[in-house]
Every structure is written in structure tokens, then in C-alpha cells.
């Protein structure tokens, strides 16, 4: 089954209906287990392709059982490793011998998303307080959600837990037509605004590859590097948005997963807005305690500084590689990796060199923070070039634009991202100021519900003319 | 209007909200519709339905005798028809032909007709002004083409042979294969009802108010649908994405062809023999030109499609003409290279533009005047020669 899709949608609103039938805690829990269980089985009908994920679910919650009840300290680390060992074997990861592979055909359908929630149970499954006891059926209700399994939001399970327990999210009139809205935006995104792009982009890539002038592929090529990471956004904030509003059915707040992530003015900042709940797991589960084992093996002052830089680099690598199995994953790891590490050494650097007060003053000057602006989203869709593409197609791409090219391709989307961002954030803010100050009009709820029933308008309308099916959600398949 | 900034859940709405919410929704849908409906419909008229053709049950459409009627694609110019004493779209009397002149007639669908293309700009009547320079007389064209199935394409044949042209014409694109017209017809015309049938769309009465609700009929009127169609196959790589997804529709280019294409090949088969041999019976020579589809120009321009072969059924049809003994051309290699293909058809009507028509024109020029043994004598050859067809004579 598709996500986002109507059938989808169907699927998930006969759900709720029976969720909300009763308050009672083992009703809710029985309905939410029968739907992940349905929604997986939707994969495939072949019930040995679910043996090695049910292997791993189930090894996973062995093991916070385990923890949970006393076993030695040793085990944790044991677990970490034998989930990890058992990911990558399972992700068929190139660096396993491929005849270790298991080699008939099995579901694999949102297994990263598993595996960060099952890594951070047993990392956390120590800390009763804060998660409490983990049962079975909240263990495979929080690591199956049918809501999120496929590309997440990574949720915490403390907070999976509050809303299916005690403290459901509130489900009046409001919030079920704030959830619709978010459901017919994330339908919006991905099935008109993505598609658009993608089948732009796929025809920007034939128009670089064949014969051009000079102008027209410093143009073709400018908007091909530009355009992708604007899919991307669409096409994964889009889904977000989307599993967010069905969720809100089941009385669960997914986190949010974009904040405005183009605003950014630096690479680091961007991560904080772009997959907010992968950046935040990785943040609290590899960079936090990389940082405290470094600051404690290393004394040295003129090193000690960038230390921090040094962990971004490995944290954000270890992003970049996690999308996917070969080299040029691994490469657009390094180049994330690089990214965040040197703009951390920058500032760092410049707060030694300015002092911090001077440089924080530099950072809000306007056209520095534009340049800024424009230089991250640069960096990004350049470092996004190996994640679309592969080794051959870029040789492909970089023989067709020559240097000349590429160096006009690259400035052109410098120059037009700092503009073209500089614009769209103050036009935000402008239109944000339209109306008193703590209603703006552009979230009155008549506008809304205007604007709501035009973008359903427009999917059903590009539905009808496209008449073919909406991209697959790019992170569907890591 | 009060602004509502704050959507915190647990607010509870005003009464009236749930009256007003409901009706903005509403207006949003209709103003949204009717006006792009409005819009396009201004900015884009269309008039497919020939004022002066009448469908006849089995036997097709046809003109009446001596009329003038106006059509436009939405994606085309206005259009203006003029039918003959003998109701066929020419400028030139059927019964009384200019001394000297060389007839030609035209047989076949709607491309052979110059279907939504002004005369002067379709290939007919491109081609009239070279020939008459190239040959020394004037060119009197027949068209007994139409929008027809290969059925009826085929049951107008005897009526063509008996003006004795000096060659016929006919052109073959896969939309003429795959509207399945049934393969135990019987072509003779005197073996079917003349009587007048209502169009698809204009049937009487409730039965034609349900038929005219069903969602395709709908979605094929909205003038909207269509333009918003029209831009996105003004990619090439986008028309040829969307037109692969389709199934038995896009299975031409898919070969080992399936059985219902095989069928397709033998309804071809029998009627282009039924047409040849009617043809011959009079020493009228035919000749069999085919036109890609847009997807599968766009596959010969040099577009990827996973699967395909853009010249399989190029090459059986060519085998089914030349096995009737008549001559095969085939226009496919002429859009190796083309840059932009979507610039030669109306992308969502399908038919071929005043640009594509430019194309036809010269592949019929070389098909009756060019090669070795031209099938029309005493004509001079046009100094520019056009790349022969992989599947030529």
C-alpha cells in the first residue's frame, strides 16, 4: 500500500473509526495492532518474506526484555551490536559478502525506521523512569505504527506511550480539521508539487545530456542541481505532513519532522530543521556521547575547540552513509560530514579570531545571513548530486556542461538561491504581519479552509489529467 | 471576518463555524472550477463536430454534398472544411476534374482526411503546389479518408478505385490498429444500413444525460483538463513517461506483441488486402505511409523507454503492405534527432500539426515522384532527397 495514496487513506480512516469506537486501553491497543499488522501484510502475501522482520523485531525486544529485567550491563552494549550487525546484514549492505545474503525475497518495508526505534528501547530500556516497563504489545505497536513505519518521524517511545495510554491527543472539531489540513497539504506536495518536479528534473536531465548551447546549459544545468533538493522537500515534508494528519486520528502527535529547513543560514542550522527527528536521534545516540569520550581522551587546547566540529563530521557522515549501501552514499556522507564539521571549525574560528559578540553580530546582519542562506542551500544541492545520481551519470552530466559550465551552472544557483530565499523569507514574514499580531490573517480559518479546498481541487484536478500515479516517497526506500 | 490565529486543539468552534466553514468550502470548489473552465474556455475554443458530417450506422461518417464547415482543435487553428459536390473534402469537383490534371485520392482515417489542419498547411494541400510544379499539371485530390475505423476506411476504397486516380494515398498510424474494429466484418458497403446514427455524446434523452455523466466523458469535455494536459506533454519526456504507464494502449511498443495486437495486425491485414486489391483492380497504385505516435517518435528521437522497440510494428506493418503489394513508407526515421518532437502533433488530440503535416508532405512527394520507379510518371524530382525509411520500398 502506498503512502500517501487514497487507498491509504481509506485504509487508515476505517482504522480510526474502530480505534475511537472505545476509550479502553487494550480496545485501542488490539485495533492499533491489527492495522500495523494489515498494513504490513498489504507488502506482500508471502508469509516467509516476514520471517527475517519478525526476527528482528521480536530479537529486539529480547533483548529490552532482557535489560529490563535485570540482565548485566554488558548485554546493552551486546545488543547494539548484534541489531546493528543484523541491519546491515538485512539491508544487504556492500560491505557483508553478498553470499552471506539471505537469498529468497523479503519485506524490508520501513526496517531503518524500526531499527532506530528498537536501538534507542535498548538503549534507553535501562531507564524505567522515563519509558517505564515496555510490554509486548506497546513494544510492537510503537515499532510497527503503521503511521510512520515507512519513513517515519522517528517517534520517542515515552511519547508513543503517554498518547496511547493515558494522555491521548485531544480529537475535537479543531484538531480534526487542522489533521485534514495536513493531510490534504501532504497529499498536495507529493502527489502534484513533487511529481511536477520530478518530471521536470527528469526532463532538465535530458535536455543537459543532449546538445546545447553554452547559456542554455549553464541554465539546464543550474536548475537541474537546484531543483532536486526542492523535490526532495516536497516529496518527504509532504508525506510527513500527511502521516501526521492520520496519525492525529489514532489520537497520536507524530513530531514534526520539517521546520522551513530552505530558511536556514547555515548547514548546521539546516539539519536542525531537515529530518528533525533522524537528526535529533543521532544527535542524542552517536554525537552527545562521541563528544563526552573525546572531551575526555583529549586535553589539548588548541585541538579541544574542535572537537565538536569533529563529532558533527562523524554524526552527519554516518547520516549520509545510513541512506544507502554504496559508494556514492558513502561519498555524500563525507560531503555532509564535511558540511556540518566546517561550519562548526568556521565558527569556532571566527569567534576566536571577531570574539563572539561581534560575530554573533555579523550573523544577523542581512545580507550575511542572505549569502549564508544561499551558500547552505548551494552546498545541499551539490552534496544531493550523489544522492540522486550516480558515478556514471555525473560523468555523464559534467562531460556534457565542461568546466565552463559546471562553474556557471554552480554560480547561478548560488547567486538565484540567495536572492530567491532572501525574498521568500521576507515575503513570509510580510504576509505573516498582515492582520493584528496574534491572529494573522493567513491563519484565519476561513482562509485556511479556502485554501485547503483548493489544494484538494488541484490534486483531484491533477489526478484527472495526470492520470498516473504520484512519485514513490524517496525515503521510502531506505 | 474575525481572524483565528490560535488552532490550538481543545478550542471549541463558533456555531456558526460549522455552517460557514462547510459553504467557503463550496464556493472555493465552484469559483476554482468555473473559472478555470471559463478561462480556457475563452483563451481555447474548440469546435470538433463537423457541422457538415453525419454519422451513417457501419458505413461511417459523411459530408454532405457542397457544404462548409468551421472546426478547431483547442490546441489549433480554426479550420475551414469544404466539401465537394460529392460531399468528399476537396477544393476540386469529383465529377468534372481539370483537363490534364493528376488525381489523387486519399483513403485511410483522419490523418489522410487533414483532420483539424487548414488545407493550404496539411499535406494535401502542401503537396497540390509542388506536384503541379514538379509534374506540369494541376493536382486534383480526392479525400476519401475520414474519421473512420480501418472498417470504414477500407468500405470506401471501391468508391475511390472507380474515379480512376492516378495513385492513392493512404496513411496508417497505431490509433488506427487500436480501435479494434471487429475482424469478421463485411466490407462489402451494399452488406450494411444506410441510415443516420446519433454521435458519441448526442444521444436523445435521459439515456444521452447518462452518457454524457460517465467520468470520462466529463473529464474529455472539460476544456481545463485538457490544456492542463496540453502543457504537460509539451514535454516530450513527460508524454513519453505517461504514455508508457499505459497498458495494452502503449503494448505496440513492447514487442513480443500480445495476442490483442496480433488480432489488431490481422484486422490490418484483411482490410488493407480488401482495399489493395480494389485498388489494383483499377491500376490505381497504392501507397501505405506510416506515422509514428508521439511516444514512439519521441523513442526514435532518442528518449530511453525500458522495454520498448519504436520500430517493431513499423516493420510489421511494412510486412502486411508490401505483402499486398503496395508501397510502404514509413515516416519513423524522420524524427531521429528531432529535438522537439511534442512540436509536430497536437499533444493531447494526437493528430499531427501544420509542423508534422510539413513531414507528411514530404514523404508523400518522395513516395509518388522520388526513388527509381516513381508510381507517378513524367514528373521531375525535387533536388533535396530525403533520408530513405529503414522499412522503404
Given at each position: ?62 533483548f ?10 554488558q548485554l546493552r552494549v551486546v545488543a547494539i551490536l548484534a541489531m546493528l550487525g543484523l541491519f546491515f546484514w ?29 536501538l534507542?528501547?535498548i538503549i ?355 | ?393
Amino acid at each position: 500500500m502506498d503512502v500517501p495514496s487514497i487507498q491509504f487513506l481509506g485504509f487508515a480512516a476505517a482504522g480510526a473509526v474502530a480505534y475511537n469506537l472505545s476509550g479502553a486501553k487494550w480496545w485501542r491497543m488490539a485495533v492499533l495492532l491489527v492495522c500495523n499488522l494489515a498494513f504490513l501484510a498489504s507488502f506482500t502475501h508471502q508469509a516467509g518474506a516476514f520471517i527475517p522482520y519478525a526476527g528482528f523485531v521480536l530479537l529486539g525486544y529480547g533483548f529490552v526484555f532482557a535489560i529490563q529485567n535485570g540482565a548485566p550491563k554488558q548485554l546493552r552494549v551486546v545488543a547494539i551490536l548484534a541489531m546493528l550487525g543484523l541491519f546491515f546484514w538485512l539491508k544487504k549492505y556492500s560491505f557483508l559478502p553478498s553470499v552471506t545474503y539471505l537469498t529468497f525475497p523479503y519485506m524490508a518495508v520501513g526496517l531503518s525506521y524500526v531499527f532506530f526505534r528498537v536501538l534507542h528501547l535498548i538503549i534507553d530500556a535501562h531507564d524505567s523512569e522515563t519509558i517505564g516497563r515496555v510490554g509486548p504489545f506497546s513494544y510492537l505497536n510503537y515499532t510497527l505504527n503503521f503511521t510512520s513505519i515507512v519513513s517515519g518521524p522517528i517517534q520517542r517511545y515515552e511519547d508513543y506511550e503517554r498518547m496511547t495510554g493515558d494522555e491521548p491527543a485531544l480529537l475535537d472539531l479543531v484538531a480534526v480539521g487542522v489533521a485534514l489540513e495536513r493531510i490534504v497539504a501532504g497529499l498536495f506536495k507529493v502527489m502534484v508539487v513533487s511529481h511536477l518536479l520530478s518530471m521536470a528534473q527528469h526532463a532538465l536531465l535530458a535536455r543537459v545530456l543532449g546538445p546545447e548551447t553554452m547559456l542554455e546549459h549553464i541554465r539546464d544545468g543550474a536548475l537541474l542541481i537546484a531543483l532536486y533538493p526542492i523535490y526532495l522537500f516536497f516529496n518527504f515534508s509532504g508525506y510527513v505532513d500527511f502521516v501526521i494528519g492520520v496519525a492525529r486520528f489514532f489520537r497520536i502527535q507524530l513530531p514534526e519532522n520539517f521546520d522551513r529547513p530552505f530558511s536556514s543560514a547555515s548547514f548546521i542550522e539546516y539539519w536542525s530543521r531537515w529530518h528533525m527527528t533522524l537528526s535529533n536521534w543521532l544527535k542524542t545516540y552517536v554525537y552527545n556521547p562521541l563528544l563526552m569520550v573525546l572531551m575526555r581522551r583529549v586535553r589539548s587546547k588548541a585541538v579541544g575547540p574542535y572537537l565538536a566540529a569533529f563529532a558533527l563530521f562523524v554524526t552527519f557522515f554516518l547520516i549520509g552513509a545510513w541512506h544507502g549501501r554504496t559508494a556514492e552514499f558513502l561519498f555524500f556522507g563525507v560531503l555532509n560530514g564535511a558540511g556540518v564539521g566546517l561550519n562548526q571549525a568556521y565558527r569556532t574560528f571566527m569567534s576566536a579570531r571577531m570574539g563572539r559578540k561581534p560575530f554573533a553580530a555579523l550573523g544577523r546582519n542581512r545580507v550575511y545571513q542572505a549569502l549564508c542562506r544561499g551558500l547552505t542551500f548551494s552546498w545541499l544541492a551539490f552534496t544531493l548530486l550523489w544522492f540522486w545520481s550516480d558515478w556514471g551519470q555525473l560523468g555523464q552530466i559534467a562531460r556534457a556542461l565542461g568546466p565552463l559550465g559546471m562553474a556557471g551552472a554552480g554560480l547561478v544557483v548560488f547567486a538565484t538561491a540567495t536572492v530567491v530565499l532572501e525574498a521568500m523569507v521576507s515575503g513570509r514574514k510580510a504576509l505573516l504581519s498582515l492582520g493584528s499580531a496574534d491572529a494573522p490573517l493567513l491563519t484565519s480559518r476561513y482562509l485556511r479552509t479556502a485554501w485547503a479546498t483548493a489544494l484538494v481541487v488541484f490534486v483531484l484536478a491533477f489526478q484527472v489529467v495526470m492520470d498516473s500515479p504520484a512519485p514513490d516517497i524517496v525515503y521510502k526506500a531506505f | 471576518m474575525k481572524n483565528d490565529g490560535d488552532q490550538k486543539p481543545g478550542r471549541a468552534l463558533p456555531r456558526r463555524d460549522l455552517i460557514l466553514l462547510p459553504l467557503i468550502s463550496l464556493l472555493t470548489v465552484i469559483l476554482l472550477l468555473g473559472s478555470a473552465e471559463i478561462g480556457t474556455r475563452t483563451i481555447w475554443p474548440e469546435e470538433k463536430a463537423d457541422s457538415c458530417l453525419a454519422k451513417h450506422g457501419e458505413l461511417g461518417y459523411r459530408a454532405t454534398p457542397n457544404c462548409v464547415s468551421h472546426t478547431k482543435a483547442a490546441e489549433g487553428p480554426w479550420v475551414e472544411n469544404h466539401y465537394n459536390e460529392c460531399g468528399l473534402l476537396s477544393p476540386n469537383s469529383c465529377r468534372s476534374p481539370i483537363k490534364g490534371s493528376l488525381r489523387i485520392a486519399a483513403v485511410g482515417s483522419s490523418i489522410g482526411f487533414t483532420y483539424l489542419v487548414p488545407w493550404s498547411q496539411s499535406w494535401q494541400g502542401l503537396t497540390a503546389a509542388r506536384l503541379a510544379r514538379l509534374c506540369g499539371r494541376p493536382v486534383d485530390y480526392q479525400n476519401y479518408a475520414g474519421l473512420y475505423n480501418l472498417n470504414e476506411s477500407a468500405m470506401r476504397a471501391p468508391e475511390a478505385a472507380a474515379t480512376h486516380p492516378q495513385a492513392a494515398v493512404m496513411f496508417l498510424d497505431t490509433t488506427d490498429l487500436f480501435q479494434d474494429p471487429p475482424a469478421d466484418f463485411d466490407l462489402n458497403p451494399a452488406a450494411h444500413q444506410d441510415h443516420i446514427t446519433p454521435l458519441p455524446g448526442h444521444l436523445p434523452g435521459l439515456a444521452g444525460l447518462i452518457d454524457n455523466l460517465q467520468f470520462n466523458r466529463l473529464k474529455a469535455a472539460s476544456r481545463a483538463a485538457l490544456i492542463g494536459e496540453h502543457f504537460a506533454f509539451k514535454s516530450g519526456r513527460t508524454y513519453l513517461d505517461l504514455y508508457l504507464r499505459n497498458g495494452d494502449k502503449a503494448d505496440f511498443l513492447r514487442p513480443p506483441f500480445t495476442p490483442a495486437w496480433r488480432r489488431r495486425l490481422a484486422v490490418l491485414d484483411k482490410d488493407l488486402g480488401f482495399m489493395a486489391d480494389q485498388l489494383r483492380a483499377q491500376n490505381v497504385p497504392l501507397l501505405v505511409i506510416y506515422v509514428p505516435q508521439q511516444a514512439q517518435a519521441e523513442l526514435i528521437s532518442g528518449l530511453s523507454g525500458e522495454g520498448t522497440d519504436p520500430y517493431a510494428i513499423n516493420k510489421a506493418i511494412g510486412d502486411i503492405v508490401r505483402n499486398h503489394g503496395a508501397t510502404f513508407l514509413d515516416t519513423s526515421p524522420q524524427f531521429r534527432q528531432v529535438r522537439d518532437v511534442p512540436s509536430y502533433f497536437y499533444p493531447v488530440d494526437g493528430h499531427l500539426n501544420d509542423r508534422g503535416n510539413v513531414m507528411l508532405a514530404d514523404m508523400v512527394e518522395q513516395g509518388l515522384i522520388g526513388g527509381g520507379k516513381p508510381l507517378v510518371a513524367g514528373c521531375r524530382q525535387a533536388s533535396r532527397a530525403l533520408p530513405r525509411s529503414s522499412s522503404g520500398r
